[in-house]
């Protein structure tokens, strides 16, 4: 993917700056390199609220002294059950305004929230267990939810969430486009910075200090093998922000509660949007009500 200029400017600035500061101190770099890789992206210009948000019913939420802001949408012919929908890094809810009115349609009742930092909430970082702590108190408070879809860091976020469940075999799971593995997103990070195996091993030490959690098991991969609820799981081959190629692996081991749906040509982006894919969801979770 190709780098606008201003992107182009900013990344030769900071490594740069990570580099400089790594040469006398390489625990400060990794923490400036921290903020950098848990920081998503400003948006440009104000989101314009879709017109079936303005009906719904706002939700805030506290998280770690942060106001987290969503959105509930009643249907008007209840089926019982309620769906979470969960966006990925630097997204916000506006982005999925089809999966709400298409689950309401089913009668879901549909709950979403913009993560840490994201779209109307507060906050200055995101990464996969602050987002996960802010599910579990969704889930806490706005729950229980049948239903969780998610796409991206949200597709991750939601898994670790989600292994953490009671009734799991009552609930469904849907991952669009996954982050697989956070292991993955840190060579990425490593590659695009260039960043020298001293700093490398002052960021994993502090990425543990601050998790308490093996880098490894921040991973679908480790979630899922915690989880027995059906699992729809929906990847394009060709998606260059989370890699098919980390996708393989599973779908080798051929497990029992996942369907694998993999496409081609839509990317990481274009494949939530597609109609076949949100029928696709649509069918997956009406299946488990009837």
Known sequence: MKMK???????AYYKTKIHTIGLVSPRKA?????????????????IKEPPLFHKAEKLQLIVNENILRGF?????????????????????????????SLLKKQGFE???????????????????????????????????FYGMMGHSLGGLAGSLAFKELSEQSKRRLVLVAPAIRTDSAI????????????????????I???????IDDISVAHAIKYINAPILWIHDKDDRVCLYDDVVPIINRNPVNIQFVITEGLGHSRIYKEASISNTIDLFFREGIN
């Open 208 to 214: 543990k200090e601050k998790t308490h959690e093996s």
């Open 110 to 144: 549909v709950v979403c929230f913009d993560a840490p930092a994201h779209g109307l909430s507060e906050g200055k970082l995101i990464n996969a267990l602050i987002y996960k702590e802010a599910i579990l108190k969704m889930e806490e408070n706005f729950g229980p």
């Open 72 to 100: 509930r949408f009643n249907p008007l012919n209840p089926n019982g059950n309620k769906i979470l929908i969960l966006h990925g890094f630097s997204s916000y809810s506006y982005k999925f305004e089809k999966y709400v």
């Open 187 to 206: 060579k990425h990070f490593y590659q695009l910075f260039s960043f020298e195996l001293k700093i490398r091993i002052a960021f994993e030490q502090l």
């Open 30 to 46: 990794a923490e400036i390199a921290y903020t950098l890789f848990c920081k998503p992206r400003k948006l440009r210009k104000k």
């Open 5 to 11: 200029l201003s992107q182009q400017l900013a990344l």
